[in-house]
């Protein structure tokens, strides 16, 4: 009868430690699960901060776009561009230069001269506008590239949380049977005990009736 207590005992405790080992795991788990969590809720955050700028980034360029459109409107019409505006002004110049031309003449040239002039300043700040654009669109494919990077970590992040609670699901799935398992050995041990104690308190009525 002894043997009997005591194998149930030691299957017991080692139930009892298995659910230790097992809530340990657990520990783990949760823990593993939630730092996955934080990182995922960080990169979305950082995502979400980087594609704020790139909207911004991308409404910038289009007011700058539209900027440089309602000045190419009148190089259009005119069909000019930056290098023949150029030549024009220094033809105009050769000509005051060389044909003295008479100050009438001459004053309606220079005119004519600041007027191109005007346009060459215009084709100059479509040339700042052009680089900006360049610039601001540089920066947007790098900001991105970072976008797609903290999306990464947050669809990485995502697996191993899910991961994680999918093995902790499990874990307390097989707690939960280990404590109806312990429950039940316990209680067949306390009733194998009350038995034990019965036998022997019945025994010594016995011994007792029965004195040698």
Same mark, same amino acid.
């Given at each position: 009868?002894?043997?009997?207590?005591?194998? &149930?005992?030691? $299957? /017991?405790?080692?139930?009892?430690?298995?659910? +230790?080992? =097992?809530? #340990? !795991?657990?520990?783990?788990?949760? *823990?593993?699960?939630?730092?996955?969590?934080?990182?995922?809720?960080?990169?979305?955050?950082?995502?979400?901060?980087?594609?704020?700028?790139?909207?911004?980034?991308?409404?910038?360029?289009?007011?700058?776009?539209?900027?440089?459109?309602?000045?190419?409107?009148?190089?259009?019409?005119?069909?000019?561009?930056?290098?023949?505006?150029?030549?024009?002004?220094?033809?105009?110049?050769?000509?005051?230069?060389?044909?003295?031309?008479?100050?009438? &003449?001459?004053? $309606? /040239?220079?005119?004519?001269?600041?007027?191109? +002039?005007? =346009?060459? #300043? !215009?084709?100059?700040?479509?040339? *700042?506008?052009?680089?900006?654009?360049?610039?601001?669109?540089?920066?947007?494919?790098?900001?991105?590239?970072?976008?797609?990077?903290?999306?990464?970590?947050?669809?990485?992040?995502?697996?191993?949380?899910?991961?994680?609670?999918?093995?902790?699901?499990?874990?307390?799935?097989?707690?939960?049977?280990?404590?109806?398992?312990?429950?039940?050995?316990?209680?067949?041990?306390?009733?194998?005990?009350?038995?034990?104690?019965?036998?022997?308190?019945?025994?010594? $009525?016995?011994?007792?009736?029965?004195?040698?």
């Amino acid at each position: 009868m002894e043997t009997t207590t005591n194998i &149930k005992k030691e $299957e /017991l405790k080692t139930l009892n430690d298995k659910i +230790k080992e =097992l809530y #340990e !795991k657990a520990k783990e788990l949760k *823990e593993k699960r939630n730092n996955a969590n934080e990182e995922v809720k960080l990169h979305k955050e950082k995502r979400e901060n980087i594609n704020k700028i790139v909207k911004e980034k991308i409404e910038l360029i289009r007011n700058l776009k539209k900027e440089r459109g309602e000045l190419l409107i009148e190089f259009k019409e005119l069909k000019v561009n930056k290098d023949s505006i150029n030549q024009k002004i220094q033809q105009l110049e050769t000509i005051i230069e060389t044909k003295c031309p008479s100050l009438e &003449k001459e004053r $309606e /040239l220079v005119a004519e001269i600041e007027s191109y +002039k005007k =346009l060459l #300043e !215009k084709s100059n700040v479509i040339d *700042e506008l052009n680089k900006k654009i360049a610039e601001i669109s540089e920066e947007i494919s790098e900001f991105v590239k970072k976008s797609a990077e903290e999306h990464k970590q947050v669809l990485e992040n995502a697996k191993i949380s899910a991961e994680s609670h999918q093995k902790l699901i499990e874990i307390y799935s097989q707690i939960n049977k280990l404590k109806e398992k312990s429950k039940e050995l316990y209680k067949k041990l306390k009733e194998h005990n009350n038995k034990e104690n019965i036998t022997e308190r019945e025994e010594k $009525e016995e011994n007792n009736k029965n004195p040698e």
